[in-house]
């Protein structure tokens, strides 16, 4: 059977759970798939080159750092008494790693530990700043990396801030002056104390959130009354000295939509922006996720099958925003997203370190096509999260760095950010496993503003390539050029002591006959190309 872009199954919404609980692990290694010469899945594919659509937030490329396992304590910082080469105290190979991504954007400090962070803490001499437990994740945080910190990570990777306010553990008068801190170029006492801290310039936050996940570890509120709590801390979110700021609220995660109907109804001229979190399971059961890297072709498409639901779910959210927003002001901002496995045997529970492999690559190519092609709501997106913690960029142990499939996607399809959404039509046979199915065939496809035209496709069917007839209306192609992410088994990964396992390589399994290509994509992969 053919099948669309659009899958909807029927699923369970994600329920609350405590961080730190212990998760079961997973039962017996199953059989890894392996690549089979099998007949290609035949696709047919319209690009509309001609009918150009909404421009592609290039924050849809962002990314979330959390004060949470490995991921700022080690991961970025390392102080600047370290071995491990720094600058400042935060790692070279790993900023320069991140650089090559371009990354649009960074949500910090939470996540959960937003909500009972507070800033004053992370100011000033270092050996000075209090040591307090992280009540999200476990351990101390001695407050090394804290706001300075942050906003010279933001410089050298030259992203935007996206500050997330403590609602759950805070008040406006704290949301208030941490802005003022940060952005005013007054004589005021806050940034005056600033220069004293050794930043004479304000920086700039354009991003600011009022709490995280308040229905949930933000504080267990109810929909009604977080919509006034928002619209109260709202009014203190100041712009200071010619900074702009885009407020941003808590939106909902899943299938929740009764969160974003009352948020909508009662506070949607108040924000700029409103969230929306969803993380794939292999197994939808958060007591029992499924392993990182020790899985077979059930595990593989049944990850697929729960990734694709953020489709409808994007879907659904927006027509909500619709009813009350049809100008379409208020951007969907999916601030949280990614794979979330069981803690590897032997690993800290609560540090959320996952191998990631070419499942990742894949699950990360569906999403960032799903975001692009929803660009007219979906303003925002950071993948959960940078380093060391669920599915990461790249991985450190002591001074060693690998780089993730999913840094390589990443890195493939930022020719995306900032590009115009190119509308197609893709018809592929179903990829399925017992009874779900999903289609075999994921794309996207954009211009940019020198007017080239890049197409990210994902073959989901790990035993069998994909032979794609495609149509370019109102351009003529000549000639592709572009990468492949695909690996023989599916579970493939870098590793500190293989860390080239898996890598981009040249694409070039294109034919051009009349006015089609035909493309070859093979199983489970993930392509970008451009098309000349
Ligand atoms: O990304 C890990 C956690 O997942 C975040 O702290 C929280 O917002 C979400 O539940």
Known sequence: MMLTQRLFLAGRSRLWFAGLTMSILTAPVPRLV????????????????DQPGAMISRQIYGQFAEHLGRLIYEGI????????????????????????????VLRWPGGCFADEYHWRDG???????????????GGIDTNAFGTHEF???????GAEAYINGNLGSGSPQEMMEWLEYMTSDSDSTLAR??????????????????????????G????????????????????????????????????????????????????????????????????????????????????????????????????????????????????EWGTWYDPEPGKNMGALYQQNTLRDAVVAGINLNIFNQHADRVRMANIAQMVNVLQAMVLTDKEKMVLTPTYYVFKMYKVHQGATLIPLDLSAPEYKVDQASVPSVNASASRDIDGKLHLSIVNLDPNRSAEIITKVTGATVRTITGEVLTASVVNAM????????????????????DSQVILSIPPKSVVVLELH
């Open 220 to 335: 267990e509120m109810r929909p009604e009354y977080y919509a006034d709590e928002y619209r109260r801390y709202a009014i203190f979110i100041k712009d200071y000295s010619g900074n702009h700021i885009q407020k941003l609220a808590v939106g909902s995660h899943d299938d929740y939509y009764g969160w974003t109907e009352v948020l909508m109804a009662q506070a949607a001229k108040y924000m700029h922006g409103l969230s929306l979190h969803y993380y794939t399971l292999p197994t939808s059961n958060w007591a029992r996720k499924g392993s990182a890297t020790e899985f077979g072709e059930k595990e593989w498409h049944a990850t697929l099958v729960r990734t694709l639901r953020l489709d409808e779910f994007i879907e659904k959210h927006s027509a909500i925003m619709d009813k009350y927003d049809p100008q379409k002001r208020v951007g969907l901002m999916v601030d």
């Open 151 to 157: 906003m010279d990570l933001c410089e050298m990777l």
């Open 193 to 218: 104390l600033r220069r004293q801290n050794g930043r004479d310039k304000p920086w700039k936050v354009p991003y600011f959130a009022v709490g995280n996940e308040s229905w949930g570890c933000g």
């Open 77 to 104: 910082w390392v102080g600047e008494d370290s071995p491990i080469p720094n600058k400042g105290g935060l790692r070279n190979d790993v900023v320069a790693a991140l650089k090559e991504l371009r990354i649009p």
């Open 123 to 137: 100011i000033g001499p270092r050996d000075q700043r209090p040591r307090r437990p992280n009540a999200s994740w």
């Open 494 to 513: 870098n590793t500190f002591d293989n860390p080239n396992a898996i890598k981009p390589a040249p694409f070039s399994s294109y034919k051009i006959q």
């Open 34 to 49: 392996q690549a089979q010469n099998a007949e290609p899945n035949k696709a047919t594919l319209v690009i509309h080159s």
